[in-house]
């Protein structure tokens, strides 16, 4: 079979050979089960074609397998095809202001083993990038699986990242992540391919794959926890925007007379919503003789004073803490609008520690979304809670990878199945 395919109506666009068994790859991966006569029908490929790409997968890149039978009207049943997840395994990595997690997956992401460590970006970038390589080691030591079966590392990182470069930009909890080349440097500590992203946008991306997000090409992905983020998905894929740093949506400015936010500006919402926003404007309140159960909860320790806190004696009938967390729904709600009028879509999945706060925070951005959105998407609009749980944003950086593994680079799954 030459390079170029020039049969059929798909073929006869000239596709590159290697682009059509991707193509025929990633299909396969999505419908999870598929016969020959399906790949065929759905893409407009001519069937001998799609029986000889078929036979090569099986006998010399052994990416797929064959998995029982499909249905049939009548004569023989088709044989149904899958990808052999046993093929090789991929490594993600979420590293957060508190804790990182790895986790090692399969060829479909699902995980086989996964641990938790503490950050501590206090002790410095150094220090955070040995936990890093640690955790990555440990991953994979623990998972038992050779380390000549892994494909490469997916990285979510809590900050402003240059997911192209693979540059952490601005890092607000590890000091010293400025303008870091953590991509090369994690490939040069593995000798792995390492795509890296977002913590939100990886988020979103395991959302729009295992949870909510499923059946929906467009919608956005909002945390909510020490930071604030979004992640949008248009047309089925993630946005990152020319520079790779869209969804920032944390520095939408919210309160022209805000307090300062660490990226320069006043007002943003990360500044005012985010757990630390928070607990500097209940702090405040309190410094400012405002009478409140905080107070005495937290006996004049501000040191002590936690968002769970808060949200305790809101929904115990602190009007203060009411206050702070009601207010701190609207003004999340005041951004979601804006990012809905702008978008479009039908959906929004939220994310973070910041929700625990319950009814109160939930129902103040539903009410404020509903008020300030234009009324056409005010009135269709879902706004959910993922259902996904702690491993959200390292399993969005693992199937990110994945998703690279089925696209038409250098560093494809056709490649790493040794040769197509």
């Known amino acids: ?6 049969q059929g109506s798909f073929e006869g666009r000239f596709y590159n050979k290697k682009a059509l068994k991707l193509k025929i790859l990633d299909l396969i991966r999505n419908k999870g089960l598929i016969t020959k006569q399906q790949i065929a029908k759905e893409l407009g490929i001519n069937i001998t074609t ?57 060829l479909s992401g699902n995980i086989i083993h996964y641990l938790k460590i503490k950050t501590k970006a206090k002790e410095g970038k150094e220090a955070v990038l040995s936990k890093v390589i640690s955790v990555a080691n440990e991953t994979i030591d623990s998972s038992k699986i050779s380390r000549d079966k892994l494909f490469g ?41 390492v795509c890296i992203d977002d913590s939100v946008r990886c988020a979103a991306v395991a959302e729009k794959r295992f949870g909510i ?17 979004m992640g949008a998905f248009i047309d089925g894929k993630i946005y990152r925007g020319s520079m790779g740093l869209a969804g920032e949506l944390g520095h939408i400015t919210v309160s022209e007379d805000g307090p300062l936010c660490n990226c320069g500006n006043k007002g943003c919402l990360e500044a005012i919503a985010s757990g630390p926003g928070i607990l500097k404007r209940a702090r405040e309140g309190i410094e400012n003789g405002i009478v ?26 602190d009007k203060y803490a009411y206050y702070l967390i009601n207010r701190t729904g609207e003004y999340i709600g005041i951004a979601i609008a804006a990012a809905l009028n702008l978008f479009g879509c039908d959906l929004v999945v939220l994310w973070g520690g910041i929700l625990e706060c319950g009814d109160i925070i939930l129902d103040a951005i539903k009410r404020t979304v509903k008020m300030r959105a234009l009324e056409f998407i005010s009135k269709r609009v879902r706004i959910e809670k993922t259902a996904l749980g702690d491993n959200i944003a390292a399993l969005g950086a693992v199937q990110t990878f994945i998703d690279k593994l089925y696209s038409e680079s250098d560093s494809n799954i056709l490649l790493k199945s040794f040769k197509s």
């Open 213 to 229: 997000a499923k059946d929906h090409d467009n919608f956005i992905f909002v945390s909510i926890g020490k930071g604030i983020g």
């Open 292 to 317: 409140t159960s905080i107070s005495k909860e937290i006996n004049n320790n501000f040191e002590s004073l936690t968002v769970e806190i808060i949200s305790k004696a809101a929904n115990e009938g």
């Open 50 to 106: 799609v029986n000889m790409l078929i036979n090569q997968f099986k006998e010399r890149n052994n990416i797929i397998k064959e998995i029982g039978d499909g249905s049939s009207s009548g004569g023989r049943k088709p044989k149904l095809y899958t990808i052999n997840n046993e093929l090789g395994y991929i490594i993600g990595i979420d590293i957060g202001g508190t804790n990182t997690r790895g986790i090692l997956t399969d």
């Open 153 to 193: 590392i997916g990285m979510s990182i809590s900050g402003i990242i240059n997911s192209y470069e693979g540059v952490s930009v601005f890092c607000p909890n590890i000091p010293g992540w400025e303008n870091y080349p953590i991509k090369s440097i994690m490939e040069k500590e593995f000798n792995l391919p």
């Open 1 to 6: 079979m030459s390079d170029e395919i020039g």
